[in-house]
DNA sequence: CTGAAAGCGCTAACAA
DNA sequence: TTGTTAGCGCTTTCAG
């Protein structure tokens, strides 16, 4: 018995009090003796005491937690599960995206429970954990632009964030970037610096944010005086990227400026002018999207249009928490600002 | 009222039986009637009833959760944390153990609850989150070679399992690869293809797996008749790597063979040579460790000694698994077998 | 094979 | 300001 964990009430007989007394010293409860606040103190050292979350939970009726949940697309069979982790995790971008998360989480005790849905079960097991109370809410990435789980989730009154707009309306809160700004940050760098002949690789087209980069870049561009800007379209990968970027010099061998939708393909890009003998940037300047960690770890270090990752996934957690302590009635969107950041690229 | 999740009772009244009953056939628990057990699944079906995780927890104490704790070094200052997090996290290596370990615990409906500890406070309560039942054991993912957490883990008690062994000896159970045989299939196959003057690049020498990867290589070459082979270190990474390459060329500019201890620092190893006009691997056969996807994304693709990384973390959450059960008294330790993968770098 | 009842450890009215 | 008490929703003896 004595190998038990002590409860409670093992706290209260020692310091000579009530349950309830310990239990609002541990809660910060105003209305308590400071000198009692002392004792029970003491009495909590010396007895090692660590409430039981289940206990509190119960009651409570929350878990101090929250998924996290990596959402793909329709149906990825079972197996291939291990693709989705490992790429999406190889991704810097999640990274940025947990850290910011836990950044919000840690000081408040709460943390993120790491959850996938790739297929119709996985999703259903979500929406099940959740409703079980194994988390509060859900913090939801997806990573493809028809993912069905924010309406499932909404249809459902769970509480979750999204991050980035969904492709169709759902009644959901979410944080994004402002993507046109950014890239119109991009497209004045690059004019700015002298580039004349620009082109653009995008990111997959069915995903809105590349969308809307490609919109602002355009728009930019042709409002500068130049309505007509070569394309390629990429997948936000770094082999993508590369091969992009060979079909754009064949098309165009006198290009002297790209905006790349995300570091990786902008990597990519100059892996391929490094083999076409083009030097970045005197003979191509080249400008990446994120500023992730693929950006300093380029060579020549990408010039980049940043991103906020940390910060909007702070604001996610932020949200969640609210709507979940009923601080917050409505679905609200917040939207961040892009910033240049000028390395060597361009 | 009517809002209110559904609970056993409900369910119990809707199937015109006990809380216990409707208790039994959710867990599984034989001597219940097959009818009255189908009746109790229609009920369910009908409440939409999931059983409440945290009632469940205080009465089976136990949470159906594990800490997936990344564990850094010494005393990293808080500020510091999204440079920790990002880090780990654009690490391949990484996703591929989240993807192991969530391989084995969602069957199981588990879950990992993501936690950092490069601090004394985070650690401190990293071991108060696992006290308090917030999970049932810590898989421990160490970035460093004195991470003073899993004997902090040992002492308290709780139950811990590891990625590598610890340095310093600690009564926990592990799983490693075998890093000396790994080393050594590197060497006979760039002795095989037949390379002469081979160099090796070697990780951070304070980390064991290091330097049993450059013991291993070491020991192969001598024993097929090259004592002596031209040593660089390097800490892992992209950029390392390169500079580890270019060292090894300017001392020795006739190398036709390099083994570098990971994948990363082997492209990082492939960036240089290319820089000083060697081909690989007709003039300098690279050869590379752990088959991330570093090794697929790198140009030529990588040869290099496969770690099965995806399953020893799943061997890692079984290993915690059995121990929260009791079904494993002593700490084990697994040690699994590399492989080589031939691609085109050597 | 099924039901009644006793908690698991905690919080939160309500009394004092 | 403190203590008493009633549950939170579930599992699990123990009877029947």
Do not use: K, W
Request: hydrophobic residues 40%; proline residues 6%; glycine residues 8%.
């Amino acid at each position: 018995m004595s190998r038990d964990a002590p409860t409670l009430e093992d706290v209260a007989q020692e310091a000579g009090v009530s349950r309830a007394t310990v239990s609002r010293v541990i809660n910060g409860v105003r209305n308590v003796d400071p000198g009692i606040q002392e004792t029970v103190r003491r009495a909590i050292e010396r007895t090692g005491y660590a409430p039981n979350r289940a206990a509190r939970s119960l009651v409570t009726r929350r878990s101090q937690t929250v998924a996290l949940v990596v959402s793909g697309a329709g149906d990825t069979p079972e197996e291939v599960h291990n693709a989705v982790a490992t790429r999406v995790f190889a991704d810097p971008f999640f990274g940025r995206v947990v850290s910011g998360v836990v950044g919000y989480l840690r000081p408040r005790s709460m943390h993120p429970l790491l959850m996938f849905a790739e297929s119709e079960e996985t999703r259903r097991q979500v929406l099940t954990d959740l409703r079980q109370g194994s988390a509060d809410g859900a913090l939801v990435v997806s990573t493809h632009a028809d993912d069905p789980l924010p309406a499932l989730l909404a249809d459902a009154g769970l509480p979750a964030v999204l991050f980035a707009r969904p492709s169709r309306p759902v009644p959901l809160s979410y944080v994004d970037l402002a993507h046109r700004d950014g890239a119109a940050l991009a497209a004045d760098h690059l004019l700015a610096r002298g580039c004349r002949r620009i082109a653009t690789i995008t990111g997959p087209l069915d995903v809105a944010a590349s969308r809307e980069r490609l919109a602002g870049f355009r728009d930019t561009m042709a409002r500068r005086g130049y309505p007509y800007v070569p394309v390629a379209e990429g997948g936000f990968t770094l082999d993508t990227g590369a091969s992009a970027m060979s079909a754009l010099l064949s098309e165009h061998p006198d290009l002297d400026g790209v905006f790349a939708a995300n570091d990786l393909m902008a990597q990519g890009a100059c892996q391929t002018l490094r083999e076409h003998a083009r030097h970045v940037p005197s003979d191509v300047a080249v400008i990446g999207f994120d500023d992730s960690s693929a950006a300093v770890g380029c060579r020549p270090a990408l010039t980049t249009v940043r991103q906020p990752v940390e910060e909007m996934a702070a604001a996610m957690a932020r949200l969640l928490d609210e709507q979940v302590r009923g601080v917050r009635g409505e679905a609200t969107s917040v939207i961040f600002e892009p910033e240049l950041v000028v390395r060597e690229s361009a």
